[in-house]
């Protein structure tokens, strides 16, 4: 006997305990063969075979897979690894190495929706087995689609997923629709590995990208934003719970086996998956400055490679095959932008399209900018680069959505234009509400038969601004096939807010106004966390704080609102020193109050979620773009001092921005959609009669006439009655404000009293830290006496008389407001029947007023509708 058997029998003893605990029957044949001092023990040539044969059977035991690894362990012996397979067998099944995938529909939720797993991958006792294909080095870098973009990283395994897309297409075209339904539920080409490049025994696949985004993507903005959109007074779409909106709607279209489903993946959970990944990419980057032992989502941040997360999205838009700018090449999101394409541009042969040379240039611009900042390292602010690269992003990928969206409407196909409108609207739904629920209702909430196509793409066209987008780059009009009798032509009145044309900038004057929108996803992100994550509100709370730190489409902080609540130039503010004074020498006392509730400290601490949530909406609303708008009303001023005509208008027209906001639309008087200080006014103006026959605020159009004022005393350089129109805008903004802390004063006692439903507890508390300080400037025991009630017990007001008592904060400011210079008590109007001048008398709140209270404000009948008027 030589050494060799001595040894093989030693290994033989050694890990006999192992195979004799996952099979008795093929470790005893193996020990017999290699026991060298048995006489009766097989031949070299006999022993190999019994032991390949054992080993095979040893392998094939389901309880071996989380044990041990077959290619590792034989070096991808085919033999030992892959169980034969019978003759005539279909091996063409996903998600079972021996073909035996289940074509059924799983059992469980509605008849129509196809599995109720939340997994995103495949997983099969017998998966080990498919090792037909060589391992891939996971360590190199490797070109997508022979170099049509190049990943630093192995993504191989991501861009695979086109071959499940071109599966299932094939499947429908050729009406096997079970067959398309196991390729989406189970997935088949884009397996998972490890870090050595071994197959974790794992597939990706369509339907796992659609059910796990509830707990992958519930922090992404984008994300968020689809689950708002499309949920319904419920927080469902079509029956389940809106986080799983994509599986829902694919599930329905292969439920009557429709053609359109392959679309819907591509479009909607796939473009998602792109979005996640491009998000994720920003996650990681801002967290790397964080020490090794800190996690995220479990696991360490070392391992959360940005460039990766930027070759992912890069591999799920482009996918396998892809061949540059083809259309019929491809599978994924890059061949259909230039699908559409070619419907909108003219693009040379060979050549891509204006969107996807765009998109991969980004990508690119991602990677690059990883690369030279070491990981978005090098600085604590460097994350901020890329959050620019990720906020244009996102918006371009839209637009081979939006194609699809007005082509499929010209080409009257039902399904495709609802395909389309889910997969893209909800972008714009944090943009003008009333604009994209009237379109939601129109393509998404009902089939689409018989409509005004060239209207609803006008519509549709009013929103563009709010991704940043132009009609140009969208449809380019000058090549586009697709007919549009609406045109790209730019309106007159795009260039004036609520009726107030500016004369600056548009691109400038829009943005400022947009800060609205801002606002409005700060509201959406932490209300998702409230109806649909409420295991991870705080992860919602981070997100919208990360918006307010940074904004939208921004390369720092300028611009954002944190940067407004910051400004260091609202020391040109005479009122401003009254601010710091009362806040205890805190100039950002705005930005100190609002991170304390996002960050749940400070008072905040004993706050609820919608405590909080409702604080942070009226902060940014109100506290932040009060001192905002004055901010820019001085430097206005400033500015005319200095002779700069063009700087003066430009500060007075930004200060307009500030107040109306871009959701009030165009049209005079603004709409229902407004958020700031000019839609408080509407809301008030119904409570203190103090509308004008329009439906209009009196005080609006007062405020809106003085800065026309304003821009005519610009021109001519009359800086004397600009600064008495500055003054007097000053003075008016007060009003609203006022109005709204005395609406919450008296409906918290009429709460506390058990005569109302509702409170307002941190509305009051927000409005009164707006005002205070101004109102302390004017008689400090006032401002105290108003504190004492609104501002001192928060958040536990509703626990004592003291502090539902709108009487003393009534007599407070009518004391206060004789001594508020340029302020008129008249333009407050009247509450229950009484004003607010010397000498009016305040009503006693009793269960016999509470009928007259609520009958008196609640509804307003204007042209064709009712609307409810109260804060929100």
């Known amino acids: 006997h030589t050494d060799t058997d001595v040894g093989a029998y030693v290994a033989t003893m050694a890990v006999f305990p192992i195979l004799n605990d996952i099979d008795p029957s093929p470790a005893a044949e193996i020990m017999s063969a290699m026991d060298f001092r048995d006489s009766l023990s097989p031949t070299d040539g006999t022993k190999e075979d019994v032991v390949k044969n054992s080993l095979s059977i040893v392998f094939s035991e389901p309880k071996t897979s989380g044990m041990l690894d077959c290619e590792l362990i034989t070096n991808s012996n085919m033999e030992m690894c892959s169980p034969s397979k019978n003759a005539g067998e279909d091996i063409s099944t996903p998600g079972d190495g021996e073909g035996n995938g289940d074509s059924s529909t799983p059992s469980g939720g509605d008849s129509n929706t196809l599995g109720s797993g939340d997994s995103n991958t495949s997983s099969d ?14 360590k190199e870098p490797m070109p997508i689609s022979d170099g049509l973009y190049v990943a630093t990283n192995y993504v191989g395994d991501r861009s695979a997923i086109a071959q499940d897309v071109q599966e299932i297409k094939d499947s429908l075209d050729s009406n096997d629709f079970d067959r398309a339904k196991d390729y989406y539920l189970k997935g088949e080409n884009s397996k998972m590995y490890d870090d050595n490049g071994m197959f974790l025994n794992k597939r990706r696949s369509i339907h796992g990208f659609s059910t796990e985004s509830k707990d992958k993507m519930k922090g992404d903005p984008t994300y968020n934003l689809f689950v708002y959109g499309l949920s319904d007074s419920r927080g469902e779409f079509l029956g389940r719970n809106t986080t799983v909106y994509a599986d829902s709607f694919i599930s329905d279209l292969l439920y009557t086996k429709s053609l359109a489903a392959t679309d819907a993946m591509v479009a909607i959970p796939i473009w998602m998956q792109v979005a996640h990944s491009l998000h994720s990419a920003y996650d990681a980057c801002k967290l790397s400055l964080l020490t090794d032992e800190r996690t995220m989502d479990g696991r360490l941040l070392q391992n959360r490679d940005p460039s990766l997360l930027i070759d992912e999205a890069a591999a799920y838009w482009i996918g396998d095959n892809q061949a540059t700018g083809s259309s019929s090449e491809g599978h994924l999101l890059y061949a259909l932008t230039e699908k559409i394409g070619v419907q909108f541009e003219k693009i040379p042969a060979g050549a891509e399209s204006t969107i996807n040379s765009k998109i991969i240039d980004l990508f690119n611009q991602a990677k690059n900018h990883i690369t030279i900042s070491r990981g978005c390292s ?31 409407l010209h080409e009257n196909d039902p399904v495709r234009s609802k395909v389309y409108a889910v997969a893209v609207l909800p972008l714009f739904s944090a943009c003008s509400p009333s604009t994209y629920l009237e379109l939601k209702d129109m393509l998404i909430d009902h089939d689409v038969f018989e409509i005004q196509k060239d209207y609803i793409r006008s519509r549709i066209q009013s929103l563009y601004t709010c991704l940043e987008l132009t009609c140009d780059l969208v449809e380019a009009p ?39 929108i801002d606002m409005k996803k700060i509201e959406i992100f932490i209300e998702n966390g409230v109806k649909h994550f409420s295991d991870y509100q705080q992860d919602l709370f981070a997100a919208a704080y990360d918006l307010y730190r940074y904004g939208q489409r921004s390369n720092g902080i300028k611009g954002s609102l944190m940067s407004m609540a910051r400004d260091t130039n609202r020391d040109i503010v005479p009122v401003f020193g009254a601010y710091r004074r009362y806040f205890n020498a805190d100039e950002n006392y705005a930005d100190t109050m609002l991170t304390n509730a996002f960050l749940k400290k400070g008072v905040f601490g004993l706050a609820s979620v919608a405590e909080r949530k409702r604080f942070i909406v009226f902060s940014v609303k109100y506290m932040i773009t ?9 430097s206005s001023l400033q500015s005319c001092k200095e002779d700069n005509k063009k700087e003066a208008t430009l500060n007075l027209d930004l200060a307009a921005g500030n107040f109306i906001g871009s959701m009030e639309g165009n049209d005079d008087g603004g709409s229902f959609d407004g958020e700031l200080i000019h839609a408080l006014s509407k809301r008030m103006c119904v409570h203190f009669r103090t509308c004008t026959s329009l439906n209009h605020a009196r005080i609006n159009e007062r405020i809106i006439s003085l800065f026309y004022a304003g821009l005519g005393e610009i021109e001519t350089l009359s800086c004397g009655p600009l600064e008495r129109t500055v003054k007097e805008i000053e003075n008016a903004m007060v009003v609203p404000l006022i109005q709204g802390l005395l609406i919450s004063a008296r409906d918290n006692e009429l709460y506390y009293k058990g005569l109302a439903n509702s409170e307002f507890y941190p509305e009051g508390y927000a409005l009164a830290q707006t005002i205070l300080p101004f109102i302390d400037d004017a008689d400090e025991s006032s401002a105290k006496d108003i504190a004492n009630v609104m501002v001192n017990s928060f958040p536990r007001r509703e626990e004592n008389a003291w502090s539902n008592g709108s009487a003393k904060v009534r007599t407070a400011l009518q004391k206060a407001l004789s001594k508020m210079k340029g302020v008129d008590c008249s333009q407050i109007g009247s509450l229950d029947g009484n004003g607010f001048c010397p000498g009016d008398k305040a009503p006693t709140y009793g269960a016999s007023s509470a009928p007259f209270l609520y009958a008196s404000f609640v509804l307003l009948a204007v042209p064709s509708m009712l609307c409810l008027f109260a804060f929100y």
């Open 125 to 138: 006792a017998d998966e080990k087995n498919n090792l037909d294909l060589p391992r891939p080095d996971v």
């Open 378 to 408: 090098t600085s604590a602010d460097s994350h901020l680069k890329l959050k620019g690269i990720v906020d244009e992003l996102i918006p371009l990928m839209a637009v081979p959505l939006l194609r699809n969206l007005f082509y499929y």
């Open 478 to 516: 000058g090549t586009s096939l697709i007919s549009n009798a609406a045109g790209c032509g730019e309106d007159s009145d795009t260039t004036s807010l609520a009726g107030y044309r500016f004369g600056s900038e548009k691109e400038i004057i829009t943005r400022a106004s947009q800060v609205d």
């Open 626 to 634: 009060h001192m905002s708008v004055l901010q820019k009303l001085y």
